[in-house]
């Protein structure tokens, strides 16, 4: 009987332990279409947020409300791990959604309504704080359905290809009442679906009881969750490393694009930086095959990142080409990076394991925009660019060599 009434071998492969017997394509889905949502809605009013900036401010205005974008992802890294500690998934999920969507609809008011940049950067960080403590735990949740470098990245590639997509919406759309309210309204409520799925959220907070509904913990789990987060800090320094040499155009491709081609070029480069998140998850499978380190891999997705910079300010042809290369190479290396320390982290702990790895990135991030337009005007950004994948491409070859080396002493 107990033999009847076990689940059949083909099924109990595809089957999690949530309630309901909630299938693993399912809820993989559900994270999905959840953050694919939100990550529109963020991407159609963080946009507006740049156009009105840069028209009123230029490059330095949007720098500066970017940069303190990027401070808060930093900053988002030591709260997601203090509230990962204290709170289930599902109330984590919820606490940073609420928050986050009240300060999207409070900074966008603030800079239309012309309130003090410094107030507005001021409340642009705490809210990227929020934004980036939810993202973590939503990776986590991937994660602990499907830890595998193929699921993160397709993640990855599916929020930064519909970012892309909410980036080209904004810049087509008017800037009048009507449309504006409706950005308004996708940017507050889009963090509804979020909240909803948080209902079934899997992580849990180290050292507080299991919710009904959540996984059982074993004792090892349970003492591995309360003996505290190991960070691998050189692979954290070396992923803000890259992103601090090669991310800087990427981030500020709205205000380049502006600069150099006029608005109308926006939406042609946010489409052409989605096409290439759509590419990425191809590309890590083909780049997996190679069996290379990251030690390799990473800065030559850093090179990708850069190298159609060199041709964006001569043609808008070349602006579309920096964007698909930025959008592949961009995504492949956070999802791989993310991926990687998914995998290693204990359990318990990789919501805050994955937030410092956005936080590290976003540290890398926050100096390269507020460097990029200190050391050259938009027309001159290919200059920039160059010499970055120069370090980034000697930095791939020595470490390639060192690999080789080492296979050569170790067949001896």
């Known amino acids: ?226 003996a505290g987060v190991r960070l691998p800090l050189p692979v954290l320094a070396a992923g803000g490393g890259i992103m601090l040499l090669s991310a800087g155009p990427t981030l500020l491709s709205v205000a380049l694009a502006t600069e150099l081609h006029g608005p109308h070029a926006v939406a042609g480069a946010a489409a052409a930086f989605s096409a290439g998140c759509l590419l990425s998850s191809w590309a890590v499978d083909r780049v997996g095959r190679l069996r290379l380190p990251a030690a390799v891999v990473w800065p030559l997705w850093g090179v990708g990142m850069l190298i159609g910079w060199l041709l964006a300010p001569a043609h808008v042809a070349g602006l579309f080409a920096a964007q698909v290369l930025s959008g592949l190479s961009m995504t492949a290396f956070e999802g791989g990076m993310d991926a990687r320390l998914a995998h290693a982290a204990r359990p318990g702990t990789v919501t805050t394991v994955l937030a410092w790895s956005a936080s590290t990135r976003a540290l890398g991030s926050a100096v390269a925009v507020r460097t990029l337009p200190a050391l050259a005007a938009a027309p001159a950004v290919g200059a920039v660019a160059g010499a970055a994948a120069a370090v980034l491409s000697v930095a791939a070859l020595l470490a390639l060599a060192r690999t080789r080396t080492g296979h050569a002493v170790a067949g001896r």
Do not use: Q
């Open 1 to 226: 009987m107990a033999a009847a009434d076990a689940p059949a071998p083909h099924r109990s492969r595809h089957r999690t332990d949530l309630t309901g017997g909630r299938r693993r394509a399912g809820r993989l889905r559900e994270l999905l279409v959840s953050g694919v949502v939100d990550s529109f809605g963020l991407s159609l009013g963080w946009t507006l947020f740049n156009l009105v900036a840069t028209r009123r401010g230029g490059l330095e205005l949007a720098a500066l409300f970017n940069a303190a974008m990027l401070l808060g992802v930093v900053l988002s890294a030591p709260v997601a791990g203090r509230l990962a500690r204290r709170l289930h998934g599902r109330t984590l999920l919820l606490l940073a959604g609420t928050t986050e969507a009240v300060l999207r609809v409070a900074t966008l008011a603030a800079l239309l309504s012309g309130v003090d940049s410094r107030i507005v950067a001021a409340g642009i960080t705490l809210m990227h704080v929020a934004a980036y403590t939810g993202f973590a735990a939503m990776r986590a949740e991937v994660a602990a359905v499907d830890a595998r470098p193929r699921a993160m990245t397709r993640y990855a590639l599916s929020i930064a290809a519909v970012e892309a997509a909410g980036a080209g919406v904004a810049a087509l759309l008017p800037l009048h009442k009507a449309s504006t309210a409706v950005v308004f309204t996708v940017y507050g409520l889009s963090l509804l679906p979020t909240m909803l799925t948080a209902r079934r959220a899997r992580t849990f907070a180290a050292g507080a009881p299991v919710l009904p509904g959540v996984r059982h913990l074993t004792r090892v789990e349970r003492r591995c969750a309360e």
